[in-house]
């Protein structure tokens, strides 16, 4: 078989390993594997990178993507002549299956080519902010988690030296997991997720409790998703997919500014935005990328189209893509309630 590869949406750790696992067995199975470069940029332009043995037998250490990404929607209204260029070059390069890599976005371009246009497409889920439904864990997050842990344990030594609360902004625009479990995990005082709606009089009635008990410092983990009552509300500017770009948006420095006006603390804000989807991918990331590769080119071979790869437990299947797509897995109240003991309310 002649199988393409893209990569779409924003880069994580993990990517390289999936690209790796997939094109290992494909090349097992005796396929013939391209990649196309940028996401579907790289199906609308045509352009292509060869995916051989020697390319990818590297790739298992490496973080961000070998083929690069993009944000490209064939599907957006008005993007009509790009859809039909993604038909064309899939006709041109002679492609059998496409294994798309990628978040919701890019999924869901995946999912309507199958349903829509009868492509033999395969969807491996990847996302930092572990928002996919229908699969536990998406190779990302781990290796983003830990780097927001890193970056907190630093802030730490700060924070108490100066005895100043820090805010810690990390990515998360749908679902808070990389904030909730980077901030229990690093011992913080209170964590802003977008699921709970965001309490400014509570935290900082806990670090004035906390300060009483005699602990004058603080930490405040924020996810990026999070908003704030008669915070500027200006329009943003949308992605392809109609999503608007946070990074002009930071809600860590007003959190901050509320809660120092509430605490008479001293307070810093530290936004780590990109940070944590850079670098090399932990274990975790490595395992899951590698296993929901080699899953992907397993479907492909099996006929198994329209699904996408999901880890459930331990066990690393195919589901329906167009089930997974479209909605956000969220952390539940339940699960915020409990992890938020640790911070000794
Ligand atoms: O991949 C999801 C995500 O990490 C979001 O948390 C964040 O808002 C977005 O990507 C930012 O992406 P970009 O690289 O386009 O700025």
Not at 170 to 176: K, L, T, Y
Not at 180 to 204: K, N, Q, R, T
Not at 217 to 234: C, F, N, Y
Not at 335 to 340: P, S
């Amino acid at each position: 078989m002649k199988v393409g590869i893209l990569t779409g949406g924003g880069d994580c750790p993990g990517l390289n390993p999936a690209i790796r696992g997939a094109v290992l067995r494909l090349l097992d199975f005796g396929d013939e594997v391209i990649g196309f470069t940028r996401g579907w940029k790289g199906l609308v332009e045509g352009t292509t990178t060869p995916l051989t043995l020697d390319i990818v037998e590297p790739l298992i250490s490496q973080g961000g993507t070998y083929l690069r990404s993009s944000r490209t929607n064939p599907f957006k209204p008005g993007n009509e002549a790009q859809l039909e260029a993604v038909l064309a070059n899939l006709k041109k390069f002679e492609i059998d299956a496409l294994i798309a890599i990628g978040g919701d976005d890019t999924l869901g371009v995946a999912s309507k080519l199958y349903h829509l246009h009868g492509i033999n497409a395969i969807g491996v889920p990847k996302t930092m902010d572990n928002d996919l439904s229908l699969t536990d864990y998406t190779f990302g997050f781990d290796s983003a988690s830990n780097v927001a842990l890193e970056a907190i344990d630093r802030l730490r030594d700060t924070a108490k030296s100066h005895e100043r609360v820090i805010v810690v902004e990390v990515m998360g625009r749908h679902a808070g997991w990389v904030a909730l479990y980077s901030a229990v995990a690093g011992g913080a005082d209170w964590v802003f997720i977008p699921e709970v709606e965001a309490d400014l009089d509570a935290a900082s009635a806990h670090l004035i409790k906390n300060r009483e008990r005699g602990k004058n410092w603080g930490l405040v983990v924020v996810s990026e998703g999070v908003e704030i009552a008669g915070e500027s509300d200006e329009p943003a500017e949308l992605d392809a997919f109609g999503h608007k770009f946070l990074k002009d948006l930071a809600v860590g420095p007003t959190v901050a500014k509320e809660i120092q006006k509430r605490t008479g603390f001293e307070v810093r804000d530290v936004v780590l935005g990109h940070v944590v989807r850079g670098g090399n991918p932990t274990l975790f990331d490595r395992i899951l990328g590698t296993r929901v590769g080699i899953k992907a080119a397993d479907l492909v071979h099996a006929g198994d189209f329209g699904k996408m790869v999901a880890l459930q437990g331990n066990e690393v299947l195919g589901v329906p893509i167009a089930d997974a797509v479209g909605k956000q897995k969220v952390v539940s109240q339940e699960l915020y309630d409990a992890l938020l003991t640790t911070f000794n309310k």
